[in-house]
């Protein structure tokens, strides 16, 4: 594996890279040795995140942690991708997506259990009106729900707004790029 490691409002120090490549190599065995893993690790006040993004063809395995200590989340986050790895090895590693080139053999071989198979339990079907996201916004609050789906009035494109978490009355809005 490749490591990019980059701080922001850290200095990455031997320790810490030293930490990073150690925990996060442990996922060695499911990649090939040229996989790229791109890893960020920053600070805020009493926050230490640690953000892991590996690129494969075709998808993006990503997980980001938060905790007072960066060795801690360095922890966390590879526990998070390896349970990732398990859960959508059939998905990543199916023939639609040709990903295959990217794992190691052993990973592919081995089958696991499917207990947290996605299964879609409920279906909603809802007329969607043109609105402005700001409007968006206030419909998500009246809901409370962290996200609504609707068509954006001045692009004509299925929109997402969100919560951000952490800061109060803060949103997201997600546009796609077609």
């Keep these: 594996m490749k490591f990019i490691i980059v701080g922001k409002n850290i200095d990455v120090t031997p320790g810490l890279r ?5 925990k996060i190599g442990k996922l060695q065995r499911y990649f090939s040795a040229d996989t790229e893993v791109h890893v960020t690790l ?32 360095i922890d966390l986050v590879e526990e ?29 071989d081995n089958d696991y259990a499917d207990e947290d198979e996605i299964k879609i ?37 299925i929109n997402v707004v969100y919560k951000r978490k952490g800061a109060s009355n803060t949103y997201g809005l997600i546009e796609p790029e077609y």
């Design 121 to 157: 339990i409920r279906s909603k079907k809802f007329d969607m009106k043109p609105m402005y996201p700001e409007d968006a916004c206030i419909q998500m609050e009246l809901l409370g729900h962290d996200f609504y789906v609707f068509i954006n009035a001045e692009t004509e494109k």
């Design 42 to 73: 920053s600070t805020q006040k009493d926050r230490q995140k640690i953000e892991v993004t590996i690129p494969v063809k075709g998808n993006i395995i990503r997980s980001e942690q938060v905790s007072n200590d960066m060795y801690v989340s």
């Design 80 to 108: 998070i991708i390896e349970r990732q790895l398990k859960k959508y090895k059939r998905k990543l590693t199916d023939s639609r997506y040709d990903g295959a080139e990217f794992f190691n053999q052993d990973y592919l």
């Design 18 to 22: 030293s930490a990073v490549e150690d």
